[in-house]
């Protein structure tokens, strides 16, 4: 990850998840910080695709649209892959193809999973997550991440 603002919310993650692998068992505790981690993972996917989009936007265009293109993307939520097909085909429809190409099962699984279980959590509702599966959905998060830095050039 090249963005440094993106490169510092992925490490503060990181050690998060360095903390949290030395409690053992999978106890109440480690329930709570798994519920905290998804929100967390949630979050750091939206908050990278914003800065991403924002970078290109600036990288490749007037101050002018670079400033509407931040303010739009300043409204992305709820991203479930589908949306984030949606927001990339409005930058570049053949990015959009080649990232649903490169996208299997497993990734979208995990960018789903993780903001239907924030939206449980936000709301109150029982989760059946774990630290394992939390962090599975993490790595599996950042190599979508991954896969839309290189299209936009930022890696």
């Known amino acids: 990850m090249s963005n440094q603002e993106i490169w510092r919310r992925k490490q503060r993650l990181d050690h998060l998840f360095d903390l949290v692998s030395s409690i053992s068992g999978e106890d109440e505790l480690t329930a709570h910080w798994a519920r905290y981690l998804c929100i967390q993972v949630s979050g750091f996917l939206e908050n990278s695709i914003r800065i991403m989009y924002s970078e290109y936007a600036y990288n490749k265009s007037s101050p002018y649209i670079a400033n509407y293109v931040d303010c739009q993307i300043g409204q992305f939520q709820n991203a479930k892959m589908e949306k984030i097909f949606e927001l990339i085909r409005q930058f570049s429809p053949e990015w959009e193809q080649e990232l649903r190409t490169c996208i299997d099962d497993e990734l979208k699984d995990s960018v789903d999973s993780i903001v239907a279980n924030r939206h449980l959590i936000a709301h109150g509702q ?15 998060i950042q190599k979508v991440i991954s896969l839309m830095e290189k299209q936009c050039n930022l890696q």
């Open 126 to 140: 029982s989760v059946g997550l774990t630290l394992g599966r939390v962090n599975r959905y993490y790595i599996n």
